[in-house]
């Protein structure tokens, strides 16, 4: 027997819990289906050693419960994979949201009936569930990316990715250990690799710049502060362009308008308080080569003061505008290198050739070893909604759809694939934002778009060409004014063999979130409502898709 909802949600982490509230507050009937063995998405996944949330923890935190943000209590500036796992329970018992999540579940394919206006969800397991909505929760940085290397099945250790990590311990200690990957996965987990495994062998293609996180026990005074006025504290964090740390606003100055000294006063206190704030020390940073290339040297000289070698050094020095890719947060990264069992590899200059039985054979020599960690990140923003077989209207597949990149309107909704949304996906703020902010302002927004259809009794709501269209140019018009697009980075797709380089996700939250309630307050402009009538789609209101991206 085929089970029916109103809505269907598509994973089971951070975006989907608080989509499953939502969908439960507009009085439909949800249910939730997820591929791993537990919620909680990206911390469910991740549990490599050292695993940390690059986000303060009172800002990674849910918004939709005064009474949740009083009653959890963090417990560090930045919170581990742990405590976040510990937190996604907490939420879900508070919620009573188990009962509605169907675990072990992976979605394969989606199919779009048109006369009955439903969607057909497949599994894994051959099992159906049909829904007249689908709401993809899947994730940004779901998709494991594992390098295509030769040899790799005839490897006699072990080999982990950082993104599927096991779940039960790895004993490293006594064993020669090869971390492929110095992005924000590797930058964690190298330092408490190399307290562990005899030798570790870092293979680095491109260097990232690495600040410190000046990760600590969460300060009394602040958590109190913050609990005493959470909900200004939201406000305030909103209306910034990362949707966080208001405390610390960009400075507006330009770095040509202080002298030598005044700025590199002004690096050194921001690289003192740690976190991603030294790209807030001025605010040509992000659009000014120049300006940005002082911020730049300022870290590569403190690379040089920190590793000891000076070789070791000049390779771990990025070359690439800071910030144009993730800016890492680490603890002791750096320091790591001057310990005598940690070894620097660079496969810019001599490529990774295969994987043997014994190791990894570079174009420069073999390394002998016992376990291989693969830090290689993901197939960001695409990935996971590409690895199911979504099928809209005619049958039209979302593959050949995105072949030339993707698309779509508001990073919500996609033309020819009606009563389907996609949260925090191309084309919105999402991974340059604080992603708890981006999900709640996803949430809310089809949460009322759900209780708007119903109420006007709506069967359909599709995205049209022409605003989608028009969206894209201003997603690319908007990062072009930026540095972001300057090098080769996830943000655009470059770290997928064959992937279109699209600039995905859309710089500027506070923008965003009035132009999301501008275009509901207009009965949703740029998106088609229609009404289902005896099998047929009877045109019933069609918002003013002319209206153009502010």
């Known amino acids: 027997m085929t089970d029916c909802f109103d809505v269907v949600i598509v994973g089971a982490g951070l975006a989907g819990l608080q989509m499953l509230h939502q969908v439960r507050r507009t009085g439909l009937t949800a249910r939730v289906l997820e591929a791993g063995g537990g919620a909680g998405g990206t911390w469910y996944w ?16 849910y918004q939709f419960s005064e009474e949740l943000q009083q009653e959890w209590e963090w417990t560090r500036r930045y919170a581990s994979q742990p405590e976040i796992l510990r937190y996604v329970g907490h939420v879900l018992d508070r919620f009573d949201l188990r009962r509605d999540i169907q675990y072990h579940t992976r979605v394969t394919a989606l199919g779009y009936d048109e006369p009955a206006g439903r969607w057909t969800v497949r599994t894994e397991a051959g099992d159906e569930v049909v829904a007249r909505f689908v709401i993809m929760a899947t994730g940004c940085l779901s998709s494991a990316n594992l390098p295509r290397i030769a040899g790799r099945e005839t490897f006699a250790g072990e080999i982990h990715h950082t993104g599927h990590w096991p779940h039960e311990p790895v004993d490293l200690s006594g064993k020669r250990v090869g971390v492929v990957g110095t992005g924000s996965s590797g930058v964690q987990t190298i330092p408490v690799i190399a307290r562990q495994a005899a030798e570790l062998y870092v293979f680095q293609r491109t260097a990232a710049y690495t600040l410190p996180a000046r990760d600590q026990p969460l300060d009394p005074r602040l958590r109190a502060a913050v609990k005493a006025d959470y909900a200004g504290f939201r406000e305030r964090n909103n209306a910034m362009p990362t949707a966080g740390l208001s405390r610390y606003p960009t400075n507006p100055s330009s770095v040509f308008l202080v002298s030598a000294a005044e ?10 308080l740690g976190g991603p704030l030294l790209l807030r020390s001025f605010g040509d940073i992000m659009s000014d080569p120049a300006a940005n290339a002082l911020v730049a040297d300022f870290v590569r000289g403190k690379i040089r003061q920190i590793v000891k070698d000076p070789e070791v050094a000049a390779l771990l020095s990025p070359k690439q505008p800071i910030g144009c890719k993730r800016v890492c947060l680490g603890t002791g990264y750096y320091e790591t290198f001057n310990r005598p069992d940690v070894h620097l590899v660079d496969v810019a200059s001599a490529p990774i050739e295969e994987i043997t039985p014994e190791g990894i054979r570079t174009a420069a020599g073999r390394y002998r070893l016992d376990v291989i960690v693969f830090a290689t990140g993901f197939d960001a923003m695409t990935g996971a909604l590409l690895s199911i077989d979504i099928r809209g209207r005619d049958a039209l597949s979302l593959r050949d759809m995105w072949s030339a990149g993707p698309r779509s309107y508001l990073g919500l909704g996609v033309p020819g694939f009606p009563n389907l949304f996609t949260m925090t996906g191309p084309g919105s703020p999402s991974v340059l934002t604080n992603m708890m902010v981006a999900i709640h302002q996803h949430a809310t927004w089809i949460g009322d778009c759900l209780t708007y259809l119903t109420d006007q009794d709506i069967d359909v709501i599709e995205a049209t060409g022409e605003a989608e269209h028009a969206w894209g140019l201003h997603v690319s018009e908007t990062a072009g004014r930026t540095l972001f697009p300057s090098c080769d980075s996830w943000y655009l797709g470059a770290n997928i063999p064959g992937k279109r380089r699209v600039f995905m996700p859309l710089v500027g939250f506070p923008a965003y979130a009035r132009r999301c309630a501008e275009v509901a307050a207009g009965g949703y402009q740029g998106f088609a409502l229609t009404r289902l009538d005896r099998g047929r789609l009877a045109r019933e209101h069609i918002a003013p898709s002319r209206s153009q991206p502010s």
């Open 263 to 272: 700025r590199e006063a002004a690096f050194e206190y921001f690289w003192g």
């Open 46 to 61: 991740n549990r490599y050693p050292g695993a940390r949330c690059d986000v303060e923890s009172l800002e990674y935190s």
